[in-house]
């Protein structure tokens, strides 16, 4: 064997190396972060407000919150459920204390991978329908167990209109937002604003369209740190 096959080979195995280190020094990270605030559970303040913008974003918080920053989420993504698991809480808390509001713009990018095919779509009508009653609690109960317990798993089973209208019914939602999702009444303004969304997301991405994607300003956050929450918002 030459030296230049040599030094080709080992060159190689260099680079290969380097990537798994990479690999496991970032799986070692997210799965040493510890969950924030864990008792605090969702939005309780009455004077936080759930908004349904003309564009689907959905923002939830105080009308004068310090700070807004936007989460792109797709509701059957694990990586969401996770970041909702370990940092909802703490996320809810600054929002009661108005130091932060979260425009929520949800993506249906997952839709291929439910059971029913386009669950994402579905789900993200349901939050519409939910958001546009304009209870901030109730919002973000329906939203964390949307994420976090009730989330299903991909390339599975997932959950009916019927089963999400439950969902709203349990956070608190009146009769009139639970019909809403039973009927799908917002499938298709939902799959409209999630296609916007994913074009937004890969504006603020530089092109991917990766969730989850929070986004501080045109600051792409790393969430993959333990006081990120606590950064963002002061």
């Given at each position: 064997m030459s030296n230049r096959t040599s030094y080709a080979l080992g060159g190689l195995a260099l680079v290969v190396i380097v990537v798994i280190v990479v690999l496991v020094v970032r799986w070692n990270s997210e799965h040493s972060l510890k969950v924030r605030d864990d008792g605090y559970g969702p939005v309780r303040d009455p004077?936080?407000?759930?908004?349904?913008?003309?564009?689907?974003?959905?923002?939830?918080?105080?009308?004068?919150?310090?700070?807004?920053?936007?989460?792109?989420?797709?509701?059957?993504?694990?990586?969401?459920?996770?970041?909702e698991h370990l940092f909802g809480q703490e996320i809810a808390h600054k929002i009661d204390e108005g130091k932060l509001a979260v425009r929520y713009r949800l993506v249906n990018i997952l839709d291929a991978e439910s059971g029913s095919k386009d669950y994402s779509t579905r789900a993200i009508a349901a939050s519409e329908c939910v958001a546009d009653y304009g209870d901030g609690p109730v919002y973000s109960r329906?939203?964390?167990?949307?994420?976090?317990?009730?989330?299903?798993?991909?390339?599975?089973?997932?959950?009916?209109?019927?089963?999400?209208?439950?969902?709203?019914?349990?956070?608190?939602?009146?009769?009139?937002?639970?019909?809403?999702?039973?009927?799908?009444?917002r499938v298709d303004s939902a799959r409209n604003h999630a296609e916007a969304a994913v074009t937004a997301l890969q504006s603020a991405a530089g092109g991917q369209a990766a969730t989850p994607t929070v986004v501080d300003g045109t600051k792409q956050v790393d969430t993959n740190t333990q006081e990120w929450v606590a950064e963002v918002a002061g």
């Open positions: 004077g936080v407000h759930a908004l349904l913008d003309s564009d689907g974003a959905i923002v939830l918080g105080k009308l004068d919150a310090a700070k807004t920053i936007d989460a792109y989420e797709d509701p059957l993504c694990p990586g969401c459920g996770s970041l329906f939203h964390t167990r949307l994420f976090t317990t009730d989330q299903p798993e991909e390339d599975g089973g997932d959950l009916s209109n019927d089963q999400l209208s439950a969902l709203a019914k349990e956070a608190g939602a009146p009769e009139e937002v639970q019909q809403c999702i039973t009927k799908g009444q």
